[in-house]
């Protein structure tokens, strides 16, 4: 047994020794650098592109095989990873709506992990695409140092804000090329900082332009992958009539089509090359200012992509594992090396995981976890097995809608104002609920009626202003101005009667069995989910009026290819609610090019709006989502990983 005075020399020791380690722990933080791609799938295996990035992060560090995105959009799932928070909580909903918006600005903007481990005393530095709607006119908080592309990913012809002062750049490979640049001014940045400021930690993030549109490779690489094509899994090209609606509106593509996923698909490889590039050059500088085992390197992508699948010919948003599936990959200090981690990671967890390596606590608003978690055991002993027992297997997968709006009447004008988030005022109502509902569609019906015969009235004014006999007595030449005036005018009151008819029959396509749908609600109203499916009904009309009109001579309906209505070219591809584009032999500038004939291709609607759960664990392996218009998708991967039939019908009838 210990006397008072050993107890207390041991007590004292025991305490120095604490706090010197602890001193030591805090001085000793490490380098933080995440790479981020754009648009980089993993399902159409894009990482066998990228060779240097598999050997240096994935060889020498883990490789997640289970990582999804909790929103497979761009501005959403950028702002999920920059705040580990969930769409539904820091509401960047789509890539327009409170996509760097003043909202977000002086909200989750704040809260992100670049401000967190700034606080912390790292030095920080963001190199590349932000966010789409990013102008340009900030630096947001958090960044010592800040080169952003102002607006959507480009290759050449883009600006910089440059730590303040706007940049434009042209079209020179070697001094523009974005994902040349973007290397380059990160290891310029590496290399400064740590020379002067050798003991301060360095947080560092290059996002990536590629492989996102316009798709243009660097010189070198234009050739490569001359023959690859999309893999033909079950679900390339397969007409899908179990799925929600614009999945099964969606065709077989034709031979044109299958031609330019091929092309398209060897496009985005050939711009990854330059990425895999970057990667190499990055780790060599890193080596050379000796911190390899100083930093902890992260690669990933903001989301998946699809081309060809369910017969749609490119895009993302969708639920399914070529759209959320992503590449996730770290090395580090206390990583094990070339290990494959089965547990379900997601973006959400990247800024916690940051701050838990930065020694910064966790804010409670961060939805993600630490991946650390699973690597807490020594690095010379790991056995495959994970130190801790319970890992989630569950993660949501989110699309938000897009902007909500209301209409209010001021003055006897209605006027169209946007839902915000959050909370309800009888000032500024976040929806129009029930027979609130049900009253707006009817005094929404009734204004453009008047508004209908009122441009009567005025066509029927100028039809007898042209056709009087005071009119017919002055002289010829004031007289042909003054009908072309008219005319002009008459035109334009046509086209708006025209748009007008063609809103009045979209509503009222609404039928009376469909308004009935829109039940009471308990203690108020599910307001968002209720103009949501508004949306679904209009949306109903449009597709059953594009499907009357049938295939045309390639086989494609009149949704996926020009109309034969008099009109072509890229007018005729708009068709409202759905997102299409136009396919044409000029669309890439830089080689190789698309030769084919051009079409017309329609992948995404505004009300694509679903809630999934995604489910991996040692006896399940699913998919279930909801969507906003009430349809159902249960998938079991296990069985069916192509997720080529949906079986939520066959369960219930089942049971």
């Not at 290990?339 to 838990?356: Q, R, Y």
Request: net charge positive; hydrophobic share 30%; aromatic share 12%.
């Amino acid at each position: 047994m210990l006397k008072n005075g050993s107890f207390l020399r041991l007590f004292f020791c025991y305490t120095i020794l604490l706090c010197y380690s602890l001193s030591f722990a805090k001085g000793k933080k490490d380098h933080i650098i995440l790479i981020l791609t754009d648009d980089q799938d993993v399902v159409l295996e894009s990482m066998k592109a990228m060779p240097h990035t598999s050997r240096i992060l994935g060889k020498q560090g883990a490789e997640f095989t289970n990582a999804f995105v909790t929103t497979p959009v761009c501005c959403p799932s950028r702002s999920s990873i920059l705040t580990g928070m969930y769409v539904h909580n820091h509401h960047t909903k789509t890539n327009n709506a409170n996509c760097s918006s003043p909202a977000w600005r002086h909200g989750p903007e704040r809260l992100t992990f670049a401000k967190y481990l700034q606080d912390a005393g790292y030095i920080t530095g963001f190199f590349g695409k932000y966010l789409n709607e990013y102008d340009g006119s900030y630096i947001p908080v958090g960044w010592d140092h800040w080169i952003g592309q102002v607006k959507n990913s480009r290759y050449y012809n883009y600006t910089l804000n440059r730590n303040g002062k706007l940049v434009k750049h042209g079209n020179r490979c070697q001094q523009d090329y974005f994902t040349d640049l973007i290397v380059r001014e990160s290891i310029r940045f590496l290399k400064k900082t740590t020379e002067k400021y050798p003991k301060k930690p360095i947080l560092m993030v290059l996002s990536m332009p590629a492989p996102h549109g316009t798709e243009d490779s660097a010189p070198q690489y234009q050739n490569r992958y001359a023959r690859a094509k999309v893999p033909r899994t079950p679900n390339y090209n397969y007409h899908s009539f179990d799925k929600h609606w614009i999945v099964r509106i969606a065709p077989p593509m034709s031979s044109v089509k299958m031609n330019f996923t091929d092309l398209l698909y060897r496009k985005r490889l050939q711009t990854l090359l330059s990425v895999d590039d970057a990667v190499e050059k990055l780790y060599r500088s890193i080596r050379k200012l000796d911190l390899k085992e100083k930093t902890y390197l992260f690669f990933t992508s903001d989301h998946g992509y699809h081309l060809g699948h369910f017969s749609i010919v490119k895009g993302k948003s969708m639920p399914y594992e070529t759209d959320i599936r992503v590449p996730f990959l770290v090395r580090g200090p206390m990583i094990p090396k070339n290990v494959k981690v089965g547990e379900i990671v997601s973006n959400i967890d990247l800024a916690p995981t940051f701050l838990d390596i930065a020694g910064v606590p966790i804010p409670s608003q961060m939805d993600g976890v630490s991946i650390m978690q699973l690597f807490r055991i020594s690095r010379w002993k790991w056995s495959g097995k994970f130190p801790i027992t319970t890992w989630r297997d569950t993660i949501l997968i989110e699309r938000g809608g897009k902007q909500k709006f209301v209409c209010v009447r001021d003055n006897q004008c209605m006027k169209v104002k946007k839902c915000s988030n959050g909370k309800k005022t009888n000032k500024d109502p976040i929806c129009i609920c029930d027979k609130q509902f049900l009253d707006a569609i009817i005094n929404k019906l009734q204004d453009q009626q008047e508004s209908v015969r009122k441009e009567r009235s005025i066509a029927e004014r100028y039809r007898r202003q042209i056709t009087s006999p005071s009119r017919r007595s002055q002289d010829s030449t004031s007289w042909r101005l003054s009908f072309l005036n008219m005319l002009a005018d008459y035109n334009k009151a046509v086209k708006r009667l025209n748009d007008i008819h063609r809103r009045l029959r979209l509503m009222l396509s609404i039928n009376k069995n469909s308004l009935n749908y829109l039940k009471p609600t308990i203690n108020g109203c599910l307001c968002e989910h209720e103009i949501d499916h508004a949306n679904k009904l209009a949306t109903d009309a449009v597709t059953k009026d594009i499907s009357a009109s049938g295939p045309n001579e390639d086989g494609d309906s009149a949704l996926m290819t020009n109309r034969s209505d008099g009109y072509s070219g890229k007018s005729s591809c708009s068709r409202p609610p759905l997102t299409c584009f136009y396919q044409t032999k000029d669309h890439w500038k830089t080689p190789p090019y698309y030769t084919g004939n051009p079409f017309c291709a329609c992948g995404n609607v505004n009300n694509n709006t679903y809630w999934c759960v995604r489910t991996i664990n040692n006896t399940h392996n699913f998919l279930y989502c909801e969507f906003v218009t009430k349809f159902v998708e249960y998938f079991d991967l296990t069985k069916d990983p192509y997720q080529v039939n949906h079986i939520y019908y066959l369960i219930c009838s089942y049971k």
